[in-house]
C-alpha cells in the first residue's frame, strides 16, 4: 500500500503498475511531461485504430456546412489546406458508435495515470482525437491548452494511434514552460521551432504523452507522408473545477457518469483483465445511470482559455 497525497489530502491505495511512480511525477512536475513507451496493450490498441478509421468515415458522411462552426455543436472539424479540404478532429468520441474508446477511459492504464496526477476525485472533462491526413502538413503554432491559477494539475493524455516522427511533423515540447504564461510571439520571433529546453517527442503506436495543459507545444509545418492520429483525454481533479471553474457541480456530475461507462465497457471487452479500482469519494460518486445516450456526450459551452501568438503574423521558421 502507498500513501498519495493530493491537494493536502493524503489517503492509502494499493499501487497498480500503471500508477505512476514518486519519480515519474517529479519529472512531470518538472518538465510539465511525460513519455509512457507502449503503454497500451496491442488489442485494444488495434480496436482503437479501427474506431479512428471509422470516426473519420463518420465526419465526412456527416460533413456540415463551413458557416456552422460552433465548436460545442460541431463534432466533426474541417478546415481549407493548399493540399484541398480535410478534417482534422472528431470530438466527445464515445457517442460515435465505436465502443473502444469508452474501454480505453475505462482501463487501468488511464485510470491509474489519473488518480496519480489529480487525486481519486479525478474527472474526464474532454475527448477528441486530433489528426492530419497523408498530405496534411499544416503547422500547429506554438501555444499553452489551457492557462489556470495551478493550485491542481490539469493534463492532457495523448494517445499515438499512429508513429510521428521528426521528419513528419512530431509535437515539440517546450519543457519547464508550464508555470506561468509564455509570450509566443516573443518566443517564435527569437527562436521559431528551436528554442532552448525544445523536446521532439517521437512516438510510436502505443506510446502516450502525458502533457501538462500549461507546457508549451506545437508542431511545424511538414510534407505530410502518412497519416497520424491522436487520442486525447483531458482529466482535472473535481477540487479544482468546482473552486476554479469554469463548470458547475452538475456539469462534473454528468461528466462523472463516463467513468462507469468506461469501466463496463473495459470489464466487456478483456473480461479476463484486472480492473481499476474507483476510489471516488463517496460524496462525488455518481447514481447509476440508464441514460447511455445521454451520457456519453456532455458538451462543455464554456472553456479554460488557451493562449497563443496574438498577433498571428509571426511567421515561425
Not at 458508435?97 to 492504464?109: F, I, K, N, T, Y
Request: hydrophobic share 35%.
Amino acid at each position: 500500500m502507498d500513501t498519495f497525497r493530493y491537494d493536502n489530502v493524503s489517503y492509502a491505495q494499493e499501487r497498480t503498475r500503471y500508477h505512476l511512480t514518486a519519480e515519474q511525477i517529479a519529472f512531470f512536475d518538472t518538465n510539465g511531461y511525460l513519455i509512457l513507451r507502449d503503454w497500451i496493450p496491442a488489442e485494444l490498441l488495434k480496436r482503437l485504430q479501427d474506431a479512428g478509421d471509422a470516426w473519420i468515415e463518420q465526419g465526412w458522411a456527416a460533413e456540415r456546412s463551413p458557416e456552422d462552426s460552433d465548436p460545442d455543436k460541431v463534432d466533426f472539424h474541417f478546415a481549407e489546406r493548399p493540399s484541398g479540404r480535410v478534417m482534422f478532429r472528431v470530438n466527445y468520441v464515445h457517442n460515435k458508435g465505436q465502443s473502444a474508446s469508452l474501454e480505453l477511459l475505462g482501463s487501468p492504464q488511464v485510470l491509474a495515470v489519473a488518480e496519480s496526477l489529480c487525486g481519486r476525485n479525478f474527472v474526464p472533462t474532454y475527448e477528441s482525437m486530433v489528426f492530419k491526413e497523408e498530405k496534411d502538413g499544416a503547422p500547429i503554432i506554438w501555444h499553452q491548452d489551457a492557462v489556470h491559477p495551478r493550485h491542481y494539475r490539469i493534463f492532457n493524455f495523448d494517445l499515438y494511434l499512429d508513429a510521428s516522427t521528426a521528419e513528419n511533423g512530431a509535437l515539440r515540447v517546450l519543457a519547464k514552460t508550464q508555470h506561468g504564461r509564455q509570450d509566443f510571439c516573443q518566443l517564435a520571433r527569437d527562436y521559431g521551432w528551436t528554442p532552448p529546453n525544445v523536446v521532439v517527442a517521437e512516438m510510436q503506436p502505443g506510446d502516450v504523452l502525458l502533457h501538462d495543459v500549461m507546457v508549451a507545444h506545437g508542431s511545424p509545418e511538414v510534407e505530410g507522408k502518412t497519416r497520424r492520429r491522436t487520442i486525447y483525454y483531458e482529466f482535472r481533479a473535481a477540487e479544482q473545477i468546482l473552486s476554479e471553474g469554469p463548470w458547475d457541480r452538475e456539469w462534473v456530475d454528468r461528466r462523472l457518469k463516463l467513468i462507469p461507462w468506461g469501466l463496463q465497457a473495459y470489464q466487456s471487452a478483456f473480461p479476463e483483465r484486472d480492473s481499476f479500482d474507483w476510489h471516488i469519494d463517496d460524496a462525488l460518486r455518481p447514481a447509476v445511470s440508464e441514460e447511455r445516450d445521454e451520457d456519453l456526450r456532455v458538451v462543455h459551452t464554456v472553456h479554460t482559455q488557451g493562449l497563443y501568438c496574438s498577433a498571428g503574423d509571426v511567421k515561425v521558421d
